[in-house]
Nanobody, 120 residues
Framework: QVQLVESGGGLVQSGGSLRLSCSAS????????MGWFRQAPGKERESVAR????????AVLDSVKGRFTISRDNAKNTVYLQMNSLQPEDTAVYYC?????????????WGQGTQVTVSS
């Protein structure tokens, strides 16, 4: 079965950086678009960044443009989210998700999430 395991979350001060990783198994990774989503307490889940199957196309949430970068290494079955200049409003549980084919549409496979907390 498909398994997605996130790592790299933690507590960081405002202005700091974190790099999230998501390791995938049980799927042909290069056939799957990947996405990072986040959910803050009391808020709906939102899409943070998406990347196409071979990484040729990426899309990020407007509020994180210039600060967050999504990338993938198909040889390692891993997708990354580099987060720089973190702000308290970035505090949330971050999830990675996988979808076969296009990066747009519903994502059927999800990881368990990793907590990111940014202190002011």
């Amino acid at each position: 079965q498909v398994q997605l395991v996130e790592s790299g979350g933690g507590l960081v001060q405002s202005g700091g950086s974190l790099r999230l990783s998501c390791s995938a198994s049980g799927l042909t990774f290069s056939r799957y678009a990947m996405g990072w989503f986040r959910q803050a307490p009391g808020k709906e889940r939102e899409s943070v960044a998406r990347i196409s199957t071979i990484g040729a196309m990426t899309a990020v949430l407007d509020s994180v443009k210039g600060r967050f970068t999504i990338s993938r290494d198909n040889a390692k079955n891993t997708v990354y989210l580099q987060m720089n200049s973190l702000q308290p409003e970035d505090t949330a549980v971050y999830y990675c998700a996988a979808r076969e084919g296009s990066s747009y549409g519903q994502y059927p496979y999800w990881g368990q999430g990793t907590q990111v907390t940014v202190s002011s």
